[in-house]
């Protein structure tokens, strides 16, 4: 079953810290990874997208890894903003145009 | 900076009547999408929508739901007869082309409420 786990489901961090958001996914074939943000109420805005060949995408403090193996992917935030309070959610894109969305990770960040 | 736009931004309605969702896609894009988030849920993939035909449908997207593009602008979804549990944020999507690299764009969405 095509499926997209995330870890934690919610994390709280103070303000200038790092974090690690995972994703581990089961969808296959395998087309790409998308990871968003979204804030309360609003659409998803994409921070990054990677495919099979690609390890590692960085947007700004974002930066997003790819195991295609293991089938992992990980996002890190770098120097946290209170901004930065949001979930953000991994997408596998398995071929044609089905995606798969994960459940998200609820990040608050505090000062 | 072209975005997707979504009306209405809130959409109450009583059971059993039917709803149309509106959604302006960015202007050259060609593949269009709506997904649902439940309230407290992850978002779910609806249906995908190109050439003016529906690419490919989720489980979800049954006889109640359709979608069209009727003036080549605006992509609609539209919910008959509708059941409290459609209560849920409607996101429509949109993007050049579904190659691998491609950004979705989202709209803001539409809350719909069913009483």
């Known amino acids: 079953k095509n499926q997209v786990e995330q870890s934690p489901q919610s994390l709280i961090i103070l303000e200038g810290k790092n974090c690690t958001l995972q994703?581990?996914?089961?969808?296959?074939?395998?087309?790409?990874l998308r990871w968003y943000k979204q804030d309360t109420g609003r659409g998803p805005v994409s921070l990054t997208i990677m495919t099979f060949s690609e390890n590692t995408k960085s947007n700004g403090r974002y930066t997003a890894t790819l195991d295609a193996d293991t089938k992992q992917s990980s996002l890190h935030i770098t120097a946290s903003q209170l901004s930065d309070s949001a979930s953000y959610i991994c997408?596998?894109?398995?071929?044609?145009?089905?995606?798969?969305f994960g459940a998200g990770t609820r990040l608050f960040v505090k000062a | 900076e072209p975005e997707v736009t979504q009306t209405p931004s809130h959409q109450v309605t009583q059971m059993g009547q039917e709803v149309i969702l509106r959604c302006v896609p960015i202007?050259?894009?060609?593949?269009f999408y709506w997904y649902r988030q439940i309230l407290g849920q992850k978002v779910e993939f609806l249906v995908s929508f190109y050439n003016n035909e529906i690419s490919e449908k989720s489980e979800i997207f049954d006889d109640q739901f359709s979608v069209e593009r009727p003036d080549g602008s605006n992509f609609t979804l539209k919910i008959r007869s509708t059941k409290l549990e459609d209560s849920a944020m409607y996101f429509c999507a949109s993007m050049i082309t579904p190659d691998l690299n491609t950004e979705a764009f989202f709209g803001q969405g539409t809350r719909l409420t069913v009483v």
């Open positions: 994703c581990n996914y089961t969808v296959s074939p395998f087309s790409n």
């Open positions: 997408v596998v894109s398995g071929g044609g145009f089905k995606t798969i």
């Open positions: 202007s050259n894009h060609l593949y």
